[in-house]
């Protein structure tokens, strides 16, 4: 009988302890969803919600003013997809991000390493090289108006100055995709070598004085202790920066052919024109996909066990990015 009822008082305490667990795990929920509310519902309203209406016009056809006019189905889709013009855009958004990410990333940690050297007058390049980053886009286009230019740009005035005969930098199929290459990195690379630095300042000394001491070169620190460390960095950069790399729509695209949905002037071709041109875009640098993938089921495998708050706010807003990207 002892027995029986030492058995049902553990029980009963083992119930009274589970219950404050159950309300405190309740409250962590109530208290995340609260606070990532306001960013859950920008998401819906500034980006799924477009998705959506762009998707369902692009199943229509319309006018101005009812563009819901008529169900057309697949009908755009179908004629975009038999469209010589709409193909070679794909090629072209697709060879600018596969371009542009790899050399970006080589180049913004070259930067990083550079600039994180003790050395006379680094703080003034750290900033002259940020500065791309700091101002508009409206005038980083400007700026590379001025030097494509055919009449009066710099880029011209130095190759006729070697002998050299002009070039259309942004009007000829064989330097467009290049010139457009150049304004991407420009704009994109201090981003990227800004977190190289952080991510540099990041890897303790100790190890770098342990290899030195081992007999190490510098060129083997770098491919033995560096490296490897930034490779979490560089595996973020480079998601990020594909996505960047798609959402690049500087307003001469126009006129460099590159554009998919450049020829399709009709309102209800926007939504299938957008729609397809990202999925080019998507697939850019799969070799970045692993390790992204791997860090976000480490961060859904260590947040349910528990539930705390913290971590289901990284669930909820690694989730949301990768919707957004």
């Known amino acids: 009988m002892d027995i029986y009822q030492s058995a049902e008082k553990r029980q009963a305490n083992e ?31 500034f980006k799924y919600y477009p998705v959506a209406y762009s998707l369902a016009l692009s199943l229509h056809r319309g006018r101005l003013l009812d ?34 990410v790899p050399i970006g990333a080589a180049i913004a940690l070259a930067l990083a390493l550079l600039l994180s050297q003790h ?25 590379f108006i001025w030097l494509y230019n055919p009449e009066y740009g710099i880029l011209n005035y130095i190759l006729q100055s070697l002998g050299f005969p002009k070039l259309l930098w942004i009007a000829h199929p064989s330097t467009a995709l290049f010139s457009l290459i150049l304004l991407g990195l420009w704009g994109a690379t201090p981003f990227m070598m800004v977190i190289y630095m952080a991510a540099l300042g990041s890897i303790p000394e100790d190890y770098y004085e342990a290899a030195e001491i081992d007999g190490a070169s510098a060129w083997k620190r770098f491919w033995r202790i ?32 590159m554009g998919i949905g450049q020829h399709l002037c009709p309102a209800h071709f926007a939504g299938s024109s957008s729609w397809i041109q990202h999925l080019p875009i998507s697939s850019v640098f799969p ?21 705390s708050l913290d971590r289901y706010a990284t669930v909820v807003a690694g989730y949301s990015n990768a919707l957004y990207l």
């Not at 302890?17 to 998401?43: C, D, G």
């Open 226 to 257: 560096t490296l490897p460390l930034l490779m979490p960095t560089t595996f973020r950069l480079g998601d990020h920066d594909r996505a960047g790399a798609g959402r690049s729509h500087p307003p001469f695209f126009d006129d460099v052919s």
């Open 287 to 307: 070799v970045f996909a692993p390790g992204v993938f791997r860090c976000r089921a480490r961060g859904w495998r260590q947040s349910f066990p528990d539930l």
């Open 67 to 100: 563009p819901f006019d008529r169900f057309v189905g697949a009908y755009h889709y179908n004629l975009l997809l038999r469209d010589s013009y709409f193909w070679q855009g794909v090629i072209n958004a697709f060879l600018y991000a596969l371009v542009r």
């Open 119 to 143: 050395y006379q007058a680094r703080l003034f390049f750290r900033v002259a090289w940020y500065v791309p980053v700091v101002i508009s886009s409206v005038a980083q286009i400007q700026i």
């Open 15 to 45: 119930t009274v302890a589970a219950a404050p667990e159950f309300w405190r795990i309740s409250n962590e929920w109530v208290a995340a969803t609260l606070f990532l509310l306001p960013a859950l519902l920008h998401f819906l309203i």
